[in-house]
């Protein structure tokens, strides 16, 4: 049964950084490409970053492209999200999901206010 854990999120100032962290089981984790999504109350749920699952590829939302990383290590069953250069319009929940769907995770809310 997959189970997706995310964590790190707080409050943060404009220009600053965090780490989310995306802890997971019940499935093999190496085999499988996974997601960062973020969700604004009242607008529906943003692809942020996927990663290939060895994590030799990445992509990201136009709208984080330079500031945010995507990593994963396979041998703890964690994905990363590393985010720099925060903006007030990065606050959000943002979750870990897979690539191919299912399973949504409780989320970490981020919050980027001075």
């Known amino acids: 049964q997959v189970h997706l854990v995310e964590s790190g999120g707080g409050l943060v100032q404009p220009g600053g950084s965090l780490r989310l962290s995306c802890a997971a089981s019940g499935f093999t984790f190496s085999m499988y490409a996974m997601t960062w999504y973020r969700q604004v109350p009242g607008k529906e749920r943003e692809l942020v970053a996927t990663?290939?699952?060895?994590?030799?590829?990445?992509n990201y939302a136009e709208s984080v492209e330079g500031r945010f990383t995507i990593s994963r290590d396979n041998a703890k069953n964690t994905m990363y999200l590393q985010m720099n250069s925060l903006k007030p319009d990065d606050t959000a929940v943002y979750y870990c999901?897979?690539?191919?769907?299912?399973?949504w995770g409780q989320g970490t809310q981020v919050t980027v206010s001075s």
């Open positions: 990663i290939s699952s060895s994590g030799g590829s990445t």
């Open positions: 999901r897979l690539a191919s769907g299912g399973y």
